[in-house]
């Protein structure tokens, strides 16, 4: 299998903007963010809840915790990605009892990672509410799950996939739709 870019779907500044959109909407969301927390899914939802959480307290003065959540032993198709998975550490340094939790993650598609993430979340603590933040949907859900905070709707084909590049990991922020070919 190869990808082929196809189109460049969202460039620095769309990103930043509409992490701005999103921040503003989980303050108004939350009637503040008193009882709020990031946690981002990770790999690339570490850095945007990071993002959000700098945005956010720009905007309320106020910093809202920031965790960093590995599902990797939450994944239902943990037995394909290989026999010896790469686990990483949960990094969420608080108390999650009571909190509005808002999962951050770059890409919904199918349900199956945020699922994962939900399941890992509650053996931490039992927040009041769960909240789902996203850069982009690509939609074809397979499980009934519905982001609270989206930045872009993007209608794909199951031929496609949508490449998320974050600065903090891969050098430059862009989001490109990319089509599957065979060799």
Same mark, same amino acid.
């Given at each position: 299998?190869? @990808? ?11 990103? *930043?903007?509409?992490? +701005? ?30 993002? @959000? ?19 990797? @032993?939450?994944?239902?198709? @943990? +037995? +394909? ?22 999962? /951050? =993650?770059? $890409?919904?598609? +199918? ?11 509650? =053996? ?9 933040? /996203?850069? $982009? =949907? ?13 930045? *872009? ?10 490449? /998320?590049?974050?600065?903090?990991? =891969?050098?430059?922020?862009? /989001? ?8």
């Amino acid at each position: 299998m190869k @990808l082929r870019d196809k189109n460049t779907i969202m460039d620095a500044m769309a990103i *930043k903007r509409v992490l +701005t959109r999103i921040s503003h909407e989980i303050i108004e969301k939350n009637k503040g963010v008193e009882r709020v927390a990031l946690v981002g899914i990770r790999r690339r939802g570490g850095p945007l809840a990071e993002r @959000l959480a700098a945005r956010i307290s720009e905007i309320e003065g106020i910093k809202v915790p920031v965790g960093i959540l590995d599902i990797t @032993l939450y994944r239902d198709d @943990l +037995t +394909t990605l290989a026999s010896q998975p790469q686990v990483h550490r949960t990094e969420v340094d608080f108390n999650i009892n009571g909190m509005n939790i808002v999962l /951050v =993650d770059d $890409v919904l598609y +199918t349900g199956r990672t945020i699922r994962a993430a939900m399941d890992a979340l509650i =053996d931490l603590g039992r927040p009041k509410c769960i909240q789902l933040a /996203v850069l $982009v =949907d690509r939609g074809h859900r397979e499980l009934p799950i519905k982001a609270d905070f989206i930045g *872009k709707n993007v209608p794909t084909s199951r031929q496609e996939n949508i490449s /998320v590049m974050i600065e903090e990991i =891969d050098g430059k922020d862009e /989001v490109v739709i990319q089509e599957i070919v065979d060799e």
